[in-house]
Structures are given as structure tokens and as C-alpha cells.
């Protein structure tokens, strides 16, 4: 699989340089996408093979977002440069949104020396050249890169701009509304963009990626059982790179051996086939052992470290951005599971693991099958198993209104109240937890949903703080550290 990975790599490069002829940002942010779903790519590869399973599949998963993405901008040629033109301002935008709020509050972050001097130095820079603060600089930017995309949408009419009142981040900038762009196709939602350029009537990919792998982004305990799907995700990944060379071909003259070559690629991808084996469910069906469970996810979460630290040492720098966001989820649970409520909060968490893995399950699995049926009876039981515990720590309306129990942290009670992981940040972390959350938590989202696309922000000919793009990984490692001496401390 390696091998017809690298095919695909020397074909999407001998292309994007087709594309980069026009030197305009319709094609520096086509060829950027692809280049940087091959990276992860490859990065997922070598996670496997060096024994980092579970960073594989968290930094899998921009792959299938920023793919869709490209698909979407790319299918019909006549959309081509409107369509890439409001990803480039979305992505823009959303960076500077998630600065914005980092410099709300410049205290929060002056534990990172580094980090404050850095913006110190530019804030007051800025003050002397041009008047006006960082935090005033960055907010005009953010109107700019709105106001540019409101142009675009206006011009095209591809819905009612007034959606995106709602919608500051623009992350729905792919929303396509048939009573205002004329035809039949409609598009709200990641899942319409999936089903549409991939013809994929079942949401088969969608579930795949948005579903099972959102439980290895989120940090969630993985169940063993999930080892047996590892090459479904080598199959789906290969075929999302095709997808995206087939993509960026469809309108270029390619020579003979170059159209030979993709036909080749096509046919060897098509011939790629997972066995699919009955789903071993044994291990939802065992009593549940706290200390069992701590020890399953206290590794988990060492692996990740682990990983993390083999990105670093071999600057694969896009991809430790990814998995940073996802160690911090780790380490708000493990503290906090650790630290109040242990008997119930092991267990919930487990439970939340369990329930989103049998509905991603059930999602993949087929239609009014004995499979089905069981899954749906288990998802059920292991709803009822929570809600008792639950009962405990918070009060009836709360988890009664979480259908999907993943509110497992809330706690509710005389002396403290946790409803959001935004407040877990704070009690973990105290006085650093709002830079940690809006830092690992939200500022790297936009790298994990493959909406970045990893070009620095330059002023006066140097980086604007924090978004000098994905070679600055100093911030990235200050925060690990802080995570890593939270893991190793004794009070839990």
C-alpha cells in the first residue's frame, strides 16, 4: 500500500505543478489541500508501522474532511474558483477568529514566556506603526476576511447570506440552498458534501471517518475491537488521495504516460478489498472493573505521548498539531475522572466510549440485521447503566436531555458546578485553563477538521503571533510539556 501511496504522491505533484502555472490562490489552495492530505497520509503509515495505532487514526481524520472539501470545490468546473476562494476565506477567517479570542485576555497566557514576549513585542510594535492594538489589528482582519466572503456569496447566490448571521466561522461555507442557486441539489451539512461527491448513497465514509474515528479525535477509551477495522482505514485513505488526484486531473491535459499511469492507480485502488468479519462484541458484554479500565486508558494516553514525541523528533509537524488537540481531551478526562467522583467517573466515561462505538457501529453496520438488532439492544442497556450512575453526580434533567450520554463530566452540585469542557479546562488547569482550552481545544480544531492550510500569516515581513503556520511548534510543546506533568503527577 505504501508503494501505490507514493504513486499517487509523484502523479499529485506532477499535476499540482500543472495547476501552479496560473500562480493564483484558487490554485495555491487546491494543490495545498492535496499536499497536505498526502503528509497526514503518509504520516498515518508510519504511525502504524512505528506501533502508534491510535495517533494513526486521530490524525487520519482530517484526510476525509479537507478531501471532501477539495472534491466539492473541484466538481463542477464552472464553481471551481468561487467555491476555492470561500474555503481560503473560511480558513483565514477561522484562524483569526481563534486568535481573537486568545488575545481577549493576553494575561492568560503569561505562564507561556515565549508566547507573551513574542506578543508583547508586536503588540507594542504595532501601537508605534500603526496606531492601534494587536487585539484591534486582528479584529479588523477578521472583518475583512468576512467582508471577502460575503462578496463571493453574494456574487454566486449559492444561499441567503443572511445563514451565515449564525454562523461567524463560516464553517458551513460549502452550504448550497436550491431555492436561491436554482436546480435540485441541496447541501447543509459535511454528510450532503460526503454523499454527493462521492455518490456515496450509504454515508458509507462519512460514518467510517465522522463516526468511528471521531472516537480516537475526541480521546475517548478505544475499545480493542476497533483493531480489526486498521485496514478498512488503509483502503478508505487510499482512496481518498485517488480521489483527490482524480479530482485535480479532470480538467487538465495530462500526457499519455501520465493518463496511463492514473488509469493504472484507478484499476489497482478498485482492486483493493477488506474482509469484512462479524463484529466481536464479548467485550461490551464484561463487567466493567475500574481498575482494569484506568490502566486500559492510562496506556492509551502514553501511546498518544508516545507519538507525539516521534512526530517531534521527525518534524512531522502538521500532524503533532492534531494530536495535541486530542491528548488534551485525554488529560481533561484523566484528571478529572481521577479527581472527583472516581467510582462513577471511570465507569461513565467507559460507558461513553461504549455508547459511541456501538452507535457508530450500528451506522456502519447493515440495515435491519440481527447485527443491528443487537447493537441496538446493547446501545440501550449501556444507556440505562449510565443514567444510574449519572444520577449521582448530576441532576435527572441533564442527563435525561443528553441522548447521547456524552456529557459524562457534568457535575452538579452544593459546591461546584461542570457543565462544559471549557470549565474542566479551568478546574484541571486553574489559572492557565482558559489559554489550554482556547489554544489546544479550539485554535487546533481548525488543523484537526482539516480547514487550515498550513501557510504562515505574515506582517512587516514576520509571522503574526501564534500563526506563523505548521513549522511553528513551540507553543505545541510548551502546552504538551504542561499536559505531560499533569499525567505524571501523584494526586490522582
Not at 425 to 437: D, K, P, Q, S, T
Amino acid at each position: 500500500m505504501n508503494n501505490l501511496l507514493n504513486q499517487i504522491k509523484i502523479l499529485t505533484e506532477q499535476v499540482s505543478q500543472k495547476w501552479n502555472e496560473t500562480d493564483s490562490l484558487v490554485s495555491q489552495t487546491v494543490t495545498q489541500m492535496a499536499k497536505l492530505n498526502l503528509e497526514l497520509t503518509e504520516n498515518f503509515f508510519e504511525l502504524l508501522e512505528k506501533g502508534y495505532p491510535i495517533a494513526a487514526r486521530i490524525v487520519a481524520r482530517p484526510v476525509y474532511e479537507r478531501s471532501m472539501f477539495l472534491q466539492y470545490i473541484l466538481h463542477d468546473r464552472r464553481e471551481i474558483s468561487s467555491r476555492a476562494l470561500l474555503f481560503y476565506h473560511s480558513s483565514r477567517l477561522r484562524q483569526y477568529l481563534w486568535l481573537g479570542y486568545i488575545l481577549r485576555d493576553p494575561e492568560s497566557f503569561k505562564g507561556y514566556s515565549q508566547e507573551y514576549q513574542t506578543y508583547q513585542k508586536q503588540n507594542q510594535k504595532m501601537i508605534r506603526s500603526q496606531k492601534k492594538s494587536m487585539k484591534k489589528w486582528v479584529s479588523e482582519q477578521i472583518e475583512n476576511e468576512k467582508q471577502a466572503f460575503n462578496r463571493i456569496e453574494e456574487l454566486v447566490k449559492y444561499c441567503d447570506i443572511e445563514h451565515f448571521d449564525k454562523d461567524e466561522r463560516r464553517k458551513t461555507w460549502y452550504r448550497l440552498d436550491p431555492e436561491v442557486f436554482g436546480g435540485k441539489l441541496k447541501i447543509s451539512t459535511l454528510s450532503d458534501v460526503s454523499k454527493y461527491v462521492l455518490n456515496d448513497k450509504q454515508n458509507y465514509y462519512y460514518n467510517l471517518f465522522y463516526g468511528i474515528d471521531s472516537l480516537f479525535t475526541h480521546g475517548y477509551l478505544i475499545a480493542d475491537m476497533l483493531d480489526a477495522q486498521v485496514n478498512e482505514f488503509k483502503v478508505a485513505l487510499l482512496t481518498m488521495c485517488l480521489g483527490n488526484l482524480n479530482s485535480l486531473t479532470k480538467f487538465l491535459e495530462l500526457d499519455d504516460a501520465q493518463a496511463q499511469q492514473l488509469k493504472t492507480l484507478n484499476r489497482k485502488i478498485k482492486q483493493l478489498r477488506v474482509a469484512k468479519t462479524p463484529m466481536n462484541l464479548n467485550e461490551f458484554k464484561e463487567k466493567l472493573d475500574d481498575q482494569k479500565l484506568a490502566a486500559k486508558f492510562k496506556a492509551q494516553i502514553q501511546q498518544n505521548f508516545d507519538a507525539y514525541r516521534y512526530l517531534a523528533d521527525h518534524q512531522h509537524n502538521y500532524a503533532l498539531h492534531v494530536l495535541l488537540r486530542t491528548i488534551n481531551e485525554q488529560i481533561m478526562s484523566w484528571k478529572w475522572m481521577n479527581q472527583d467522583h472516581p467510582e462513577n467517573r471511570i465507569k461513565m466515561f467507559t460507558l461513553t466510549s461504549q455508547i459511541q462505538t456501538i452507535s457508530d457501529l450500528y451506522r456502519l453496520s447493515i440495515p435491519n440485521s440481527t447485527e443491528q438488532d443487537t447493537l441496538s439492544h446493547l446501545r440501550r442497556d449501556k444507556k440505562d447503566e449510565y443514567d444510574e450512575l449519572a444520577q449521582d453526580v448530576m441532576r435527572e434533567r441533564s442527563y435525561r436531555k443528553d441522548k447521547q450520554k456524552r456529557r459524562w463530566f457534568v457535575l452538579e452540585s452544593d459546591q461546584q458546578t461542570v457543565h462544559s469542557i471549557h470549565q474542566l479546562e479551568h478546574v484541571v488547569l486553574e489559572n492557565e485553563g482558559e489559554f489550554a482550552y482556547l489554544y489546544a481545544n479550539g485554535f487546533l480544531s481548525v488543523h484537526v477538521h482539516g480547514i487550515n492550510l498550513e501557510l504562515p500569516f505574515i506582517l512587516n515581513k514576520k509571522p503574526v503571533f501564534l500563526l506563523g503556520g505548521v513549522d511553528e511548534t513551540h507553543t505545541c510543546h510548551q502546552v504538551v510539556q504542561k499536559l505531560w506533568q499533569l499525567f505524571q503527577s501523584k494526586d490522582d
